[in-house]
């Protein structure tokens, strides 16, 4: 199994563009979520979704976008890139069982000038 | 709402030392998870052991060892016999128990250095 996979690693956008990062999981977890990562901080949940075609707001959803067409994929969508949008974006998944455990990706860098 | 607090942002050790890292949370559920992750250079988030609340005893793993004060709400990791390769962030988080979303709160981390 690959886990949970992350693409790009690192990406620079400019102000007010767009992009997407995907996130892959291969382990048939319902839960899926997006977290960012800024410098000395702890990670904060963006969106999370409990299986496909559900997903909701974290605690920092403001200039963000999921979908969940499928159990594997969980993209992020920002629309609008701004500055304080820099951070470092870690996917994860986990069984949703409550069992806890929750397996996260490699992360994605983005830096927005 | 729950919170998680580490009160020390960086330390450092020599290797083969032991160490440990605090954590205390706020919360007024009787039943959670709580957690220990390490985010070495390559930030790849790895979970080091987890603790169920409900369960008296300490969670340990290898050299990883937690002491889980229920009543202090407090659980800080113990790492013995330290290793160049434990220099990493350390996060503690919490989360709900048959909580339905799993969502996972995590403190701002300890940098911990290991020194040769």
């Known amino acids: 199994n690959a886990g949970v996979t992350q693409t790009p690693k690192f990406r620079i956008l400019k102000i007010g563009q767009s992009m997407t990062l995907q996130c892959t999981q291969d382990?048939?977890?319902?839960?899926m979520y997006w977290y960012r990562q800024d410098p000395g901080m702890g990670l904060k949940l963006i969106y999370y979704?409990?299986?496909?075609?559900?997903?909701d707001k974290g605690e920092v959803p403001n200039g963000y976008n999921v979908s969940r067409s499928t159990t594997e994929d969980f993209p992020l969508r920002l629309e609008l890139a701004a500055p304080s949008q820099t951070s470092v974006y870690f996917c994860?998944?986990?069984?949703?069982?409550?069992?806890?455990?929750?397996?996260f990706g490699p992360g994605t860098r983005l830096l927005v000038l | 709402a729950q919170t998680v607090t580490q009160s020390q942002p960086e330390m450092s050790v020599q290797e083969a030392e032991t160490v440990t890292l605090s954590c205390t949370y706020d919360t007024s559920e009787s039943n959670y998870y709580l957690f220990w992750y390490k985010q070495p250079p390559s930030r790849q988030m790895i979970l080091v052991i987890r603790?169920?609340?409900?369960?008296?005893q300490n969670a340990t793993e290898n050299r990883f060892s937690v002491n889980f004060q229920k009543a202090a709400k407090s659980f800080s990791l113990k790492i013995s016999d330290s290793q160049l390769g434990d220099t990493a962030m350390y996060f503690c988080?919490?989360?709900?128990?048959?909580?339905?979303?799993?969502?996972?709160?995590f403190g701002k981390g300890t940098r911990l250095h290991i020194l040769p």
């Open positions: 603790q169920e609340a409900y369960k008296q």
């Open positions: 382990m048939n977890h319902n839960y």
């Open positions: 988080a919490f989360m709900k128990l048959m909580n339905r979303d799993d969502k996972i709160i």
């Open positions: 979704s409990v299986g496909a075609g559900i997903t």
């Open positions: 994860a998944s986990s069984y949703g069982d409550s069992a806890g455990t929750q397996y």
